[in-house]
């Protein structure tokens, strides 16, 4: 009889190959260059069985959203997204991801679709399970360009080969996946060749491939605005058990060692976590175990060494052919967490009434990725493209400069030295106030707004929240 991760796994491949079918039949033109889009975390839709696994057969391919509806605010369902000590599901059903959120408000990436189909690109957003381990993800993103050139071939014929003009477009934590699978297929001995069989190029956008200095602190304030539904040490809890998110605080002690050694001009200037009560902010590693006293209870030792041997292949070199069709894309416009001074705690802390053992250093950055963690150590500067006007995370890559030079870089492979547009072509986003959303969901809370208000549609309501969560 399968067992619960086999099932699990069986049902990722299957997702995969309807993603796959659906792009090469529905949305695909051979006469087009073709974009495959990795969303940032958080920003994949992930659906969940209604049967609960068992030792006997059960079809688990009748699915609900779980991530992100209205459900996560009125039925408490992000307590559904808990990944247990063994590695299953809450209440062992089968969580899968299926493509970037697709709600009933505007969601992220909406702009991002339109320009690129606007111009004549085909488009798809693949998604992943920013839970787990993004070493599971990269497996997945191959098999799931191989099942598309299948089904492409299969379609158009031999000769219609979608890979060789593919660009893989990652924002933030997609663009650490992408690094995986370039590992996994490529080594030192690959040709040009032998990278058009899986792709054209790469584009990151405002990727941390060094880390965050933010997300650690959902491990002690949880996140806003859902601590007002969930309470503030759920969700701190409910972070801990999901690995694959461990990846996104900052470097560990190995990787700054390989970024100094890589980089010809350092901006990561000293290692950017240290001791907040030691007299000479002696250095802490997050990834060490030795530095597990600092963290509360509910972060996972196993998950840390899981994501510090992760980091180690997130640093490792990629060969001459695959890093000259390598691009990064950045922004330095907001004051950012660059360096974190870390209180030790000896394990003991109260999310309700403790005060965050962490102080932040301003620097340069998108207000959530420093500067110097948005590029690889051995990218040449030449293939990066630095922001003048773009600089919020969240919504980098739906602003009309990042389009812009996505589009430049595709065109003519090489980073624009300037990208044109005028302010009235800058969308801002239409963002409710923080103000706004938390008298609604405290609203909620009390029972004063229920699930046929308006306000729970507002898509203002809801881009706010997912700004704010992302």
């Known amino acids: 009889m399968a067992t619960y991760e086999q099932v699990r796994k069986d049902h990722l491949l299957k997702s995969n190959s309807r993603q796959a079918l659906f792009f090469a039949t529905k949305r695909y033109d051979p006469n087009k260059e073709t974009i495959i889009m990795l969303p940032g975390g958080l920003a994949s839709q992930l659906e969940r069985s209604k049967n609960k696994y068992n030792t006997t057969p059960q079809n688990y391919e009748k699915y609900e959203n779980v991530w992100i509806d209205l459900g996560i605010i009125f039925k408490k369902e992000a307590k559904k997204l808990e990944i247990n000590d ?152 409910l972070a801990g058990t999901m690995p694959g998110a461990y990846i996104l605080m900052f470097l560990d002690q190995d990787s700054y060692t390989a970024y100094k050694r890589d980089i010809i001009k350092p901006e990561l200037l000293r290692f950017p976590t240290r001791d907040m009560k030691d007299p000479d902010n002696i250095e802490v590693d997050p990834y060490d175990l030795n530095s597990m006293s600092y963290y509360p209870t509910w972060i996972k030792e196993d998950y840390i060494s899981l994501s510090k041997n992760i980091r180690k292949k997130i640093i490792q070199d990629l060969p001459s052919s695959v890093i000259r069709d390598v691009y990064h894309i950045r922004a330095d416009g907001k004051t950012t967490n660059v360096e974190l001074k870390w209180k030790n705690i000896n394990r003991i802390f109260n999310p309700k009434k403790d005060k965050l053992p962490l102080v932040g250093t301003r620097g340069k950055g998108d207000g959530t990725v420093p500067f110097w963690s948005a590029r690889l150590a051995i990218t040449p500067d030449t293939q990066i493209y630095n922001t003048r006007i773009a600089d919020n995370h969240s919504t980098l890559m739906e602003h009309i400069e990042v389009l812009r030079a996505v589009e430049s870089i595709i065109n003519k492979n090489k980073i624009p030295k300037y990208v044109r547009f005028s302010k009235d072509e800058v969308k801002k986003t239409q963002l409710a106030t923080k103000k706004a959303v938390n008298q609604f969901l405290n609203g909620v809370a009390s029972n004063q707004f229920g699930i046929e208000s308006k306000k729970a549609i507002d898509p203002k309501i809801w881009r706010r929240i997912l700004n704010d969560v992302q």
Not at 181 to 209: E, G, H, Q, S
């Open 86 to 237: 063994k590695g299953r599901d809450k209440g062992d059903h089968i969580v899968i991801p299926n493509g970037p959120l697709e709600s009933f408000a505007e969601n992220p990436y909406d702009e991002t679709k339109k320009y690129f189909r606007d111009n004549d690109f085909n488009y798809y957003s693949w998604g992943y399970d920013w839970r787990r381990p993004i070493t599971e993800s990269a497996e997945l993103l191959k098999d799931f360009l191989s099942k598309f050139k299948q089904e492409v071939i299969k379609k158009f014929g031999k000769g219609r080969d979608p890979l060789p003009n593919t660009t893989i477009l990652c924002h933030s934590m997609g663009g650490l996946v992408t690094k995986l699978f370039l590992n996994n297929v490529f080594n030192k001995n690959t040709t040009t060749k032998d990278v058009r069989k899986w792709m054209r190029r790469v584009i990151t956008v405002a990727t941390p491939f060094y880390g965050t200095g933010n997300h650690i602190h959902r491990y002690y304030r949880g996140q806003d605005p859902l601590n007002i539904i969930y309470g503030k040490k759920n969700i701190c809890k």
